[in-house]
């Protein structure tokens, strides 16, 4: 029979529309503005008593909290708006003293059973409702540092080269290096070769003790060049690592001459966040050196699991870290966890060169981690922060070549799953080409203002309503059809945007209330289709029947390229330009859902199966 | 109904999309784009107040001294402040904004940081950005090339390209900034006028294999005609809601709405008179759109 759709389909329609109600459902509960208190340390526990004190301070200040709750993590204290969690904060703070870290939170209030199938709210992004702000220094001595190690392996190799006789090169306390010469002589070619070669060195003859050496400094311009450079790759790189977390919609920027600001938003996991954000860790392979071989040209070191002896193998390195195109956490056959690597097309030839005719030798893979350890020393009745970088480097396996290594490869000996996939994560984001601390960490509010968070929000739902009343005056029975779909689709975005726990931003929200706009196309071509299908003398069934028949090629015509378009944009973009790729994806498969499965439907229960004389569609085009 | 003569004017107005074109590439060599906080970095002021502020009074006065775009968020407590604004960072910036806020203040306030910001959007963001536009305009041609006709791929590619410049153009010309909430106004352009240029192309095509009588001109404008009513309903229901944005959504959006704006406009013109037009340009006819008839097997025995 014309214009029935047979029980299955409606029940899976109204099947779809739940689901996507249930999931939805979370954002109808805003979160509470919350502090959440744990201990300085994790020994330190809380309890009733903690909470006791926390609320009585409160009251000193004339605050009350709305409810309180132990968790496993701590207690946590809800507050009716941002102002009183603000002030709240410094009361609980100044009461409980250093020994607890009360920090800014917000709470979700979604019901138990709704968290229980896995549905939450959308986060809300930096713009509506702020997040963690990190500051973070370049250690900027380190990164010349770097740089002027390389200078010195490149001065041995070019002064070898050149048959100029040295003794040793050695770096001095200010940062410049002091290249000491057999005879005068011998300093006179060096220095005329080294001025050849490099424009970037402030060169001066010097003797002292009966020995001839030259004094060399990098020029101003040089080390500025080297921080801009070490700024800018930890720029990328901290960059990377935020997409890589996870992370929607992060603001990661410089600040002043060497710091790096990283702002999360909504309630993250800041711890994870900031062990990720700053580890500075590298690969590197080497060949286990030969019995033979002698000991300036090796080095030992420990492994990482304490039972095996430390193993000497030779300084010069095959491959590092940087030459890792991708990297994958998963687990071997024995289920340990592994590391699946692919080098790029140089790291992958240089493997291949050195294995091949290394077969049968056994080749090290070596962990090296940039470390500080921190003190507080008092100077001048000011208490300091006292930072001491130091390198580990370790052994994390001994496996003998079986057979030359290509561009792939996997890495095992690693200390569990979770840093198998942090190692993964580090190599796949880049390496940090400066070590780099955490100097500051806080809470931001909300970027804009409440008044034109209000605003944005009222003209949205002007926006929609005017788009309800248009299509109600044009199509009339129809219009109230496809305000239905409309308003349904708008409930199936946001719960899709929900299930991925997308990030909503005020131009997101912009975004969704075009793609409704947008939406209605769908359900105008139709109607046209049909009133153009009446107009040609078709009787009111069979028109319905072909107005959805014929513009369906076209609305998947049009809404498939579109989407195709969001695809690419997905797959190239970064940040934003992703955030808005997923928006407009989404957007497009409801919409292609609700404008023509649901309002078919709903034409079909209104007009299907019986004798109609007209339709009301409104007139004209 | 009165069929319009759209494509009688087509030569006209051929030559107004590409004088309005190539004024925009002018106007974006001469003018450049001025592009906002998110692209170009600024300046970051930290100041702190004995006693809490309202956010809206800070705003009022950073606004009254000539900071209108200065972003003010709490920092960790209710009494720092964090400024943010879209200028170079000079030595005294620090100093001029802290006497602009203590024009507005009882309370007192003191100067914690003054520093320069870079861009929170990275260069390779830029480099990937082009590559992603080209990479998609490349998929598009092929997928329309596919599903329609070459002729057609070169018209939607084209009215794509004329629709994004034209709005990159107005916000030179204007001086207007351009910020990420405009990229994703431009983003959605993109989709906006390669949706309604496939709708147009999509009864163009109809029509070629229907309609026996009528040179390809004819059949051109029957099909736009016929389309007319559902472009309009659509663009009007698209720019009623960025009108509301537009004048009910305070600052923050109108960039976002402005582009938009432009860009529905442009896209609705551009699907009649820039996609259209290629295929007339191009020679369209009703033997690129016969469906390929089955090749006779030929007996090649004698």
Avoid: C
Avoid at chain 2, 15 to 42: C, E, M, P, R, Y
């Amino acid at each position: 029979m014309l214009n029935r759709y047979p029980l299955w389909k409606n029940l899976l329609i109204v099947l779809v529309l739940a689901v996507g109600v249930i999931y939805a459902a979370p954002n109808l509960y805003p979160d509470d503005y919350a502090v959440q208190v744990t201990g300085a340390s994790s020994a330190t526990p809380i309890d009733d008593r903690i909470l006791e004190r926390a609320k009585r301070a409160l009251e000193t200040e004339g605050l009350t909290s709305t409810a309180s709750e132990l968790e496993s993590n701590g207690a946590l204290l809800r507050f009716r708006s941002s102002d009183e969690q603000l002030r709240a904060q410094e009361a609980i703070k100044r009461g409980l003293g250093d020994d607890y870290v009360t920090a800014l939170n917000l709470a979700p209030t979604t019901p138990d059973w709704l968290t229980s199938i896995g549905a939450g709210p959308m986060k809300l992004g930096l713009d509506l409702r702020g997040g963690v702000h990190f500051l973070m220094e370049v250690d900027m001595v380190a990164a010349v540092k770097q740089r002027l190690d390389v200078y010195v392996s490149e001065i041995k190799t070019k002064l070898r080269s050149e048959r100029i006789r040295y003794r040793a090169i050695t770096h001095n306390e200010d940062g410049s290096l002091n290249v000491k010469f057999s005879d005068a002589e011998a300093r006179d070619a060096g220095q005329t070769l080294l001025r050849r070669e490099y424009s970037e060195f402030q060169i001066a003859a010097e003797d002292a003790d009966g020995e001839s050496f030259l004094n060399i400094n990098l020029t101003e311009a040089k080390i500025r060049e080297i921080e801009d450079y070490a700024i800018k790759q930890n720029l990328t790189t901290i960059r990377n690592r935020v997409n890589e977390l996870g992370v929607a919609e992060p603001l990661v920027q410089r600040q002043g001459r060497n710091r790096i600001v990283v702002q999360l938003p909504g309630v993250q996991d800041t711890a994870a966040a900031k062990r990720i954000l700053g580890k500075t860790a590298n690969l590197e392979f080497r060949l286990e050196a030969r019995p033979d071989e002698s000991r300036a040209n090796t080095e030992t070191f420990e492994f990482r699991d304490e039972r095996s002896r430390p193993a000497t193998i030779e300084k010069d390195i095959i491959i590092t870290g940087s030459s890792v195109a991708n990297a994958q956490a998963n687990f071997d056959e024995n289920g340990m966890p592994q590391v699946s690597i692919t080098l790029d097309g140089n790291g992958g030839r240089m493997m291949n060169r050195v294995t091949r005719n290394a077969v049968k030798r056994r080749m090290a893979v070596l962990f090296i981690e940039h470390k500080t350890r921190t003190r507080y020393e008092m100077v001048e009745g000011v208490e300091q922060e006292i930072r001491t970088p130091y390198v580990e480097k370790k052994i994390i396996s001994l496996a003998t070549i079986q057979t030359a290594l290509g561009n792939q490869f996997r890495i095992t000996g690693l200390d569990g799953a979770g840093e198998a996939s942090e190692l993964a994560l580090l190599l796949r984001a880049g390496a940090l080409a400066a070590p780099i601390y955490f100097v500051e960490e806080r809470t931001v509010g909300p970027s804009l203002g409440q008044q034109n968070i209000e605003l944005g929000v009222t003209s949205v739902q002007i926006g929609f309503a005017l788009v309800l009343v248009f299509m109600l005056v044009f199509y009339r029975v129809f219009g109230i059809v496809a305000n239905v779909a409309l308003s349904l689709n708008l409930v199936m975005l946001v719960a899709a945007m929900s299930m991925l726990s997308a990030t909503l931003t005020l131009p997101g929200i912009a975004g969704i209330v075009l793609t409704v706009g947008m939406a209605v196309d769908a359900n105008v071509l139709i109607f046209s289709r049909i009133k153009e299908e009446l107009k040609n003398g078709l009787p009111p069934q069979s028109a319905i029947h072909a107005g959805y028949e014929r513009a369906f090629s076209t609305i998947f015509d049009a809404n498939l390229t579109t989407l195709l378009v969001a695809v690419i944009l997905f797959a190239v973009g970064t940040g934003p330009v992703k955030g808005f790729a997923v928006t407009l994806s989404l957007g497009i498969i409801t919409s292609m859902f609700t404008a023509i499965m649901v309002t078919r439907s709903l034409v079909n229960l209104i007009y299907g199966g019986r004798e109609i004389k007209r339709l009301s569609i409104g007139g004209g085009v | 109904m009165k069929t319009i003569n759209f494509m009688g004017v087509r030569k006209l107005l051929a030559a107004f999309s590409i004088a309005l074109v190539l004024g925009s590439i002018a106007s974006l060599f001469v003018n450049k784009l001025q592009f906002g906080l998110d692209f170009t970095g600024g300046a970051l002021v930290e100041v702190a107040y004995s006693k809490a502020q309202p956010l809206e009074d800070i705003r009022a006065s950073l606004g009254q001294a000539g900071y209108p775009e200065a972003i003010v968020q709490t920092f960790g407590s209710p009494t720092d402040i964090m400024v943010r604004l879209a200028q170079d960072h000079t030595a005294t910036l620090g100093d001029e904004v802290l006497s602009a806020l203590r024009a507005g203040t009882e309370a007192e306030v003191s100067l914690l940081r003054s520093e320069f910001v870079g861009a929170q959007v990275g260069e390779e963001l830029r480099e990937q950005g082009g590559l992603g536009m080209l990479l998609a305009l490349a998929i598009v041609m092929l997928y329309v090339a596919f599903r329609f006709q070459f002729k057609f791929s070169v018209g939607a590619v084209v009215a794509l390209a004329h629709d994004v410049f034209i709005v990159l153009g107005v916000f030179s010309l204007l001086k207007l900034d351009f910020d990420l909430t405009v990229l994703a106004a431009i983003l959605a352009v993109i989709g906006y006028s390669l949706n309604d240029t496939i709708v147009v192309s999509d009864r163009i095509r109809e029509n070629f294999r229907k309609m026996r009588k009528g040179d390809s001109e004819e059949i051109i404008n029957e099909s736009l005609n016929q389309t007319l009513g559902r472009t309009l309903m659509t663009s009007l229901t698209t720019l009623l809601v960025l009108f509301a944005l537009f004048f009910f959504g305070g600052e923050m959006i109108h960039g976002f709405a402005t582009a938009l704006m432009i860009g529905v406009l442009v896209g609705t013109y551009s699907s009649i008179y820039v996609a259209a037009n290629v295929l007339l340009v191009m020679n369209i006819s009703r033997e690129d759109l016969l469906p390929p008839e089955k090749e006779e097997e030929v007996d090649d025995l004698p």
